[in-house]
């Protein structure tokens, strides 16, 4: 084996162990914005079943259609 083989070897393998490290931050990325989507969903479950923000959200949703139908139908 040449010089220039045995350069362009170790290269290659240098290369292989770098991707192996990026393929594990890509799951690692995955498994943190799942984790993250998973607590959204429960901070959102939990203000959606307090009545209180329920009626804030209805009253809010309301007044918007009142507005826009004020301003739309004369």
């Given at each position: 084996m040449?010089?220039?083989?045995?350069?362009?070897?170790?290269?290659?393998?240098?290369?292989?162990?770098?991707?192996?490290?990026?393929?594990?931050?890509?799951?690692?990325?995955?498994?943190?914005?799942?984790?993250?989507?998973v607590s959204f969903g429960g901070v959102l479950i939990k203000i959606l079943t307090d009545e209180n923000i329920r009626n804030l959200i209805l009253q809010i949703i309301l007044w918007i259609l009142e507005t826009i139908s004020g301003v739309v139908m004369p």
């Open positions: 040449s010089d220039h083989e045995v350069a362009v070897a170790a290269e290659d393998a240098e290369v292989s162990r770098a991707s192996g490290d990026e393929r594990g931050m890509t799951t690692a990325e995955y498994a943190v914005g799942t984790v993250a989507a």
